[in-house]
């Protein structure tokens, strides 16, 4: 008897841990928020944190489901009168002063308006400007000022929204969506309003709206920095408790959508290739409790082995696609798993049924141990590196997903909690769990959404998209079981040696290798279990002759698809993610190599795969006609829109055709051949040319020499005969303007290229020189263009030439009313005169502290600090000025700025101006 009695208790004990498990246990929000309310109903969350800055949100529960049919687009209208003049700030006068404290300043940075919500931003250099940002923010509660000067001056930038976004040529994703909420309350409620609702607006009409709904009991204000949460609850009080409740109870927020599941037929835009899409609709976006958060980690690990098996599957059949993908989609508070894969229109028929029968086969027969251990990498890593991950959070990033789960009702949890969160799925994550619940997503209810390429038969379509529910309920096929293994890639057959190691300061330890690499380690805590390398070099396409330009277009891709030794591509790619770490191969105009993302106690594994890709091409036939293909077509379709028209246009007018520049067409990639990918391997990896290995991890010295030896100093090179030619091959005689009439939209596209040939030294203070500019050029564009004239909702102006280069190269873009192009290319070449010669001191100060506070995060993001150190060490700029940010900003005189500004955009420079026009 008290055998059994045992064994009944353990049965019982067992029965009541399983329920446990699996009821609703409710998730336990951050206990380091401080929560209150206001008598007048406004909400408020402070969030401390050790950080210099402080970042400030303040949350509108209104937005164009409020709005009347007079009133479209008035919500949105209203966000943009804030930053036209409020009580306490006179027109543009808030965003020169957060431009002065050192932070970069723009209506899609600052504020955003959607269907229920007008959401305001401030990200604040230090504590010093919460004052000011909250008398701000109090003003746009109920001191904006309608001035009808300005509202008929706001009208023109946000019909260059609607130029800018509001396209004709929509997108699929686009139709889709607009079919997902026909017959909802959304279908009509679009943020922008109407083109006429917005000409036709007033100043009375926008003040009532306002006076309406911007309410306390309807606002939400989230502090997150370096303020503590009595001061920050006292200055919340002091400023907003004197705003009047006008209003009743705060609105209750909408957010179930009876969505549109019919399945689509939706013929592509002009930029897109035709495809086959599904959605499976999933989960409310509010996860409160442990089960609704697995359920989400459990979605998004489906949709990687998804993806893990579609690139296998592609890779196999070497067949020619745009895309092949599972992602995860929010849309209006609804949780969506999608996927879908592109092509050529001659190929549908092929790919459709490989997509099919990879899905079936997933939702039969699920994944191998070895697919689930390449996914669940990620998620082992995560709770490996969590407290080096949440260490890393700033004030901005803490107040957004703050924002985020109040606009979505979901819990932010604290560090502890989270992490059990995140150990409790990692354990629940097993192979058996794992495909059940792929078998329950791929088995849910399908939207299916067809689109439909040019010239593909409508009525033949349709009756495809009848019959997917059919295909698609057939038996899927059990795949065969592969493993692969580290002894599949090639060992190098001798080491290299290690000539000499010096200290730099920084903390950084500097090899010179035999064969003439330099390493640069820095040892760093914030790194935690990975390492962040990037392996670079001098060249990239300046370093091929031009028939190689086309083949190093392709050799990537190739080479992902061909994989390494014996491994294919998707083996390699498992091989990768099954120990953590991922490598990432680049060919840009005047460098080339390799961005490295590894756990550390798998370098072994990445030296030897970076060893393989250095001196072991693996170029198979097939995957190259693939990629051909693929390289082809979307040449021909973009080439054919009018945007590729144009953009050929002005490459051919202001490049030579022997430039590395040069527009490639289909013709091009045709007639690509393996033995031209080889040549640019070797023409890439075979010769030294500065080559730079730069490492930022957690780890001595000695930890990491012996790898060196083996794997990166055994590397073969030789030297170069000639060095490398770093001319862009500019057209001096170009053609000073040029017109294309092919637009399908009802604007003009404004671009124009101002370029000064004569060689200038790139230095790391001429770099920094450039990005000050950058930031005071775009500051004044924005300013004259937008804010006086109204002329563009949003225009650019950046510098183009790539490191290394010794030339100026400038872009200014703008998108406008057909009726104000000769006025605004009046204005653009007042606009490039004025910064040739009236730069200020003050404009030099301003940008010199935004460029070393935007560069202050490297500080905790060692992945950006390998990128830039590798970046400013091949180029020959020095590290030293990244080492010392501030000392280096401020240092660029006034004198040498526009010195800067004047062989930019001044003497000696030449401009070429192009238009795209709407087609006659």
């Not at 490039?832 to 003050?842: D, I």
């Not at 150190?869 to 590290?879: A, K, N």
Request: aromatic fraction near 8%.
């Amino acid at each position: 008897m008290q055998f059994i009695f045992k064994v009944m208790l353990v049965f019982i004990v067992a029965i009541l841990s399983a329920c446990e498990r699996h009821e609703e246990k409710a998730l336990i929000a951050d206990e380091n928020w401080t929560q209150g309310q206001l008598e007048n109903g406004l909400r408020y969350h402070i969030y401390p944190t050790s950080d210099e800055e402080v970042s400030v949100r303040m949350l509108v529960h209104v937005g164009s489901l409020q709005e009347n049919d007079n009133q479209k687009g008035y919500a949105h209208f209203v966000e943009h009168m804030a930053f036209n003049g409020t009580r306490n700030f006179s027109g543009n006068e808030i965003i020169q002063l957060v431009e002065k404290s050192g932070k970069s300043f723009g209506r899609d940075i600052n504020a955003f308006t959607a269907y229920q919500l007008t959401h305001y931003q401030l990200d604040l250099a230090s504590a010093a400007d919460l004052t000011m940002a909250l008398t701000w923010m109090r003003d746009v509660g109920d001191g904006i000022e309608f001035d009808p000067q300005q509202v008929e001056s706001e009208k023109g930038v946000i019909l260059g929204e609607f130029r800018l976004s509001r396209l004709e040529n929509k997108s699929l994703f686009e139709q889709s969506y607009l079919n997902l909420i026909k017959s909802t309350p959304l279908e009509h409620a679009d943020p922008l309003g109407t083109e006429v609702s917005i000409e036709t607006a007033t100043a009375d009409g926008l003040e009532a709206y306002y006076q309406q709904w911007y309410q306390p009991q309807h606002v939400e204000l989230i502090i997150a920095g370096n303020i503590d949460a009595a001061t920050a609850g006292q200055l919340i009080t002091e400023h907003f408790s004197n705003w009047e409740n006008q209003g009743d109870e705060s609105l209750v927020k909408q957010r179930v959508f009876n969505i549109n599941t019919q399945p689509q037929l939706i013929s592509v835009s002009s930029k897109e290739s035709p495809s086959l899409n599904y959605f499976i609709a999933r989960s409310s976006s509010a996860s409160r409790t442990q089960q609704q958060l697995n359920q989400e980690w459990f979605d998004a690990l489906s949709e990687q082995l998804i993806n893990l098996r579609l690139m296998a599957t592609v890779n196999d059949s070497a067949l020619s696609v745009q895309y092949a993908r599972a992602y995860g989609e929010l849309i209006h508070y609804q949780r969506y798993s999608a996927g879908g894969i592109s092509f050529a229109p001659e190929h549908r028929a092929q790919v459709e049924a490989l997509f099919l029968a990879t899905l079936r086969s997933l939702r039969d027969h699920g994944v191998n141990q070895d697919e689930l251990d390449a996914a669940m990498s990620y998620y082992r890593d995560s709770l490996g590196n969590f407290d080096t991950q949440w260490n890393k959070r700033k004030p901005a990033q803490i107040a957004q997903q703050k924002a985020h789960s109040i606009e979505h009702d979901f819990i932010v949890q604290g560090q502890e909690k989270q992490r059990d969160s995140l150990q409790e799925f990692i354990e629940l994550a097993t192979l058996k769990e794992v495909n059940q619940q792929l078998t329950q997503l791929l088995s849910s209810p399908i939207q299916w959404v067809i689109g439909q390429g040019e010239g593909e038969d409508p009525a033949q379509l349709s009756s495809r998209l009848d019959a997917l529910p059919t295909l698609y309920a057939k038996q899927g096929f059990k795949p065969v079981n592969t493993t692969t293994e580290v002894a599949d890639l090639v060992q190098p057959a001798h080491k290299g040696e290690l000539l000499s190691r010096t200290q730099h300061d920084g903390n950084l330890t500097v090899w010179t290798l035999s064969n003439g690499v330099e390493v640069w380690l820095q040892q760093d805590s914030k790194a935690g279990q990975r390492a962040h390398i990037v392996y670079v070099s001098q060249g990239g396409r300046a370093a091929l002759p031009q028939d190689l330009h086309p083949a190093s277009m392709l050799l990537i891709d190739v080479g992902m698809r061909s994989g390494l030794g014996h491994l294919d591509g998707p083996q390699l790619d498992r091989l990768m993610r099954k120990h953590d770490s991922a490598i990432y191969p680049f060919i840009h105009p005047t460098s080339h190599g390799l961005e490295i993302n590894a756990a550390t106690e798998h370098l072994a594994l990445v030296f030897n795969v970076m060893f393989n890709i250095a001196t072991e091409l693996n170029i198979k036939p097939r995957q190259l006609d693939a990629v051909k293909q693929e390289a082809k077509l979307r040449s021909y379709t973009y080439l054919n829109t009018p945007e590729g028209k144009f953009a050929k246009a002005q490459v051919d007018n202001i490049y030579l055709p022997e430039s590395r520049y040069r527009f490639l067409t289909d013709n091009d990639f045709a007639s690509v051949t393996v033995e031209q990918l080889q040549q640019v391997h070797h023409h890439l990896f075979s010769y030294q040319r500065g080559n730079k290995l730069v490492i930022i991890a957690d780890m001595e010295p000695t930890q990491l020499a012996p790898l060196l030896r083996q794997y990166v100093a055994s590397i073969d090179m030789t030297t170069p005969k000639a060095p490398l030619d770093l001319g862009s091959g500019f057209n001096t005689a170009a053609e000073p303007a040029l017109a294309l009439a092919e637009a399908h939209e009802d604007k003009v596209t404004v671009v124009q290229r101002i370029i000064n040939t004569s060689p200038q030294p790139r230095t790391a203070k001429a770099v920094f020189a450039d990005d000050m500019l950058q930031r005071i050029s775009s500051a004044r564009l924005y300013r004259h263009i937008r804010e006086k004239h109204g002329f563009d909702y949003a225009p650019k102006i950046f510098p183009v030439a790539a490191d290394g280069e010794t030339i100026s190269d400038w872009m200014i873009e703008m998108n406008v009313a057909s009726k104000n192009v000769a006025i605004v290319e009046k204005e653009l070449e007042q606009f490039v005169a004025g910064l040739s010669t009236s730069l200020t001191q003050q404009e030099v100060t301003t940008a010199a502290k935004q460029l070393t506070l935007a560069l202050e995060p490297l500080d905790i993001d060692p992945a950006q600090r390998a990128w830039f150190y590798s970046r400013y060490l091949v180029h020959g700029y020095g590290i030293d000025a990244l080492l010392k940010l501030e000392e280096t900003a401020q240092n660029i005189s006034l004198d040498y700025m526009q010195q800067r500004a004047l062989w930019t955009f001044g003497m000696g420079s030449f401009k070429a101006t192009a238009l795209l026009t709407p087609k006659q």
